[in-house]
């Protein structure tokens, strides 16, 4: 069992940047691929990046590439995701979720066993 709990979320303006952190307790964190998701109202869940156990490779959406970064700290088991230029349509709530199941950055939602209860990222115009 993983626990994993988002924070960072909140209100910025376009433009601006926030970081997201995910703090995983339970299981070994590096045992884990993890990932971060988003979901927009009426809209599905979305990958927007994912990083390998040991952190040696990232994915990314295309549609947050060069702006979005995610990062990693098996030390303090925690995984971070930096969001820089946010956009209004970057608005969702942000998940993270960690997959035991896969040795890469995998992009697929199904891969992951262990989700976040979620945090809000809003961008205004």
């Known amino acids: 069992q993983v626990q994993l709990v988002e924070s960072g979320g909140g209100l910025v303006q376009a433009g601006g940047s926030l970081r997201l952190s995910c703090a995983a307790s339970?299981?070994?964190?590096?045992?884990?691929?993890m990932g971060w998701f988003r979901q927009a109202p009426g809209k599905e869940r979305e990958f927007v990046a994912a990083?390998?156990?040991?952190?040696?490779?990232?994915n990314y959406a295309d549609f947050v590439k060069g702006r979005f970064t995610i990062s990693r700290d098996n030390a303090e088991n925690t995984v971070y995701l930096q969001m820089n230029s946010l956009k209004p349509e970057d608005t969702a709530v942000y998940y993270c979720?960690?997959?035991?199941?896969?040795?890469?950055?995998?992009?697929?939602?199904?891969?992951?066993?262990?989700w976040g209860q979620g945090t809000q990222v809003t961008v205004s115009s």
């Open positions: 979720a960690s997959s035991s199941g896969v040795l890469t950055a995998t992009p697929s939602i199904g891969a992951y066993n262990y």
């Open positions: 339970g299981r070994t964190f590096s045992s884990y691929a």
């Open positions: 990083i390998t156990r040991s952190g040696g490779n990232t």
